[in-house]
């Protein structure tokens, strides 16, 4: 066969267009059907059409879930972690409307291990000096920028790992030159600060808290406890206060799930209906 002969999706069964070819192992698969693939599957070459097919139907019996799924806890800001504790139920997702996107719903006991990695990296600040050329600075000064990953490990037919970063844009930090007082008689001097302490940083410390949070939270959930009891014992009695003026006004958001009483979904963001 020519480079330019037409194929055909060996999964649907539509025409391929032009670039629009996704190789299997031993057939082929149009971009349409590849978008309901889920996104943490990347072992899309190696795998036959059959093995393909039986992931699509898997998705399709994974969609009913994501229709009964109903948010009970929302973490994160971008990729967020949401949690139905009625049915055991987690998934990790940008989407707000679950039934649309069909994000993979897993099981608790399907969480084998949850960490944070912060990842730090240092870059050199140059200045440009009279001849126009970039030189460093006397002493050295150094901008750090850190990235915040979560690495979930689970158990799942097609992929055994979910990892998201939960800042949007990098945290950065600066060194900076601080002033020395000179001698008598001696010249002005600079020394560097040094690398600059994180946790000085709002936004190290938020991410840094919300990494932890996500991975205490999934472990609650893996072994059935639940630490956060506090809040948890708190939560009726704030109900109790709230529920004259919120009894014919709560409502469940159709895109999540989740039961709120204000315009927006405290989880999702979405408008009230």
Known sequence: MGL??????????????????????????????????????????????EEIKAQLADREENRGKAAQFRTTRAM???????????????TVTRARDLAEANPDILDFDAITGCRLDIDENRTELLREDADGEEVSYVPPRYEYSYEFEIILSVRH????????????????????????????????????A?????????DYRKYRQMGEEICQALEQARSGGREAAP?????????ERESPASATGQWTCPAC????????????GSPRP
């Open 4 to 49: 330019f002969d037409k194929k055909y999706c060996d999964v649907c069964g539509e025409k391929i267009g032009l670039l629009g070819n996704r190789k299997l192992e031993d057939g082929n698969l149009c971009k349409e059907c590849a978008k309901k693939l889920s996104p943490w599957f990347s072992d899309r070459r190696r795998s036959t059409v």
């Open 76 to 90: 994160g800001e971008g990729w967020k972690v949401l949690l139905d504790e009625e049915h055991r139920w987690f």
């Open 157 to 192: 037919p097609y992929f055994d790992e979910m990892r998201f970063r939960l800042n949007g844009s990098s945290v950065e930090l600066e060194t900076t030159a601080a002033q020395q007082r000179p001698r008598m008689g001696q010249p002005q001097t600079f020394r560097t």
């Open 194 to 202: 040094g690398r600059p302490d994180p946790e000085t940083c709002a």
């Open 231 to 239: 809040a948890a014992q708190e939560a009726p009695a704030e109900i």
């Open 257 to 268: 799930g989740g039961a709120n009483t204000g315009k927006f979904c405290e989880y999702c």
